[in-house]
Nanobody
Framework: VQLQAFGGGLVQPGGSLRLSCAAS????????ISWYRQAPGKERELVAR???????NYADSVKGRFTISRDNAKSTVFLQMNSLKPEDTAVYYC?????????WGKGTQVTVSS
């Protein structure tokens, strides 16, 4: 099983980034996929989640700014991040979970700074 997150980078406040999480080795369509983030000195927190059926939920801090979506044909989940703020700076991780199993990908750094 492999999850690969990419798309991070340096962006100015108010800017946008699109993260991608590509999965292999799992039956992607049945998995719930989540994005988490961890800022320096802070605990890892849930950012957004999308179920196999396409239901989504978001952390209050990102509602209205971030959108999670999935392309089952490409076994990929996206996180569109708009109106980025300095407090969004963190390492972003994706996780796949189902049937009590979970798999994590390596993170991708997002830095929001002027």
């Amino acid at each position: 099983v492999q999850l690969q997150a990419f798309g991070g980078g340096l962006v100015q406040p108010g800017g946008s980034l699109r993260l991608s999480c590509a999965a292999s080795g799992i039956i992607f369509t049945i998995y719930t996929i989540s994005w988490y983030r961890q800022a320096p000195g802070k605990e890892r927190e849930l950012v957004a989640r999308i179920t196999s059926g396409g239901n989504t939920n978001y952390a209050d801090s990102v509602k209205g700014r971030f959108t999670i979506s999935r392309d089952n044909a490409k076994s990929t989940v996206f996180l569109q991040m708009n109106s980025l703020k300095p407090e969004d700076t963190a390492v972003y991780y994706c996780k796949a979970e189902q049937f009590g199993m979970e798999y994590w990908g390596k993170g991708t750094q997002v830095t929001v700074s002027s």
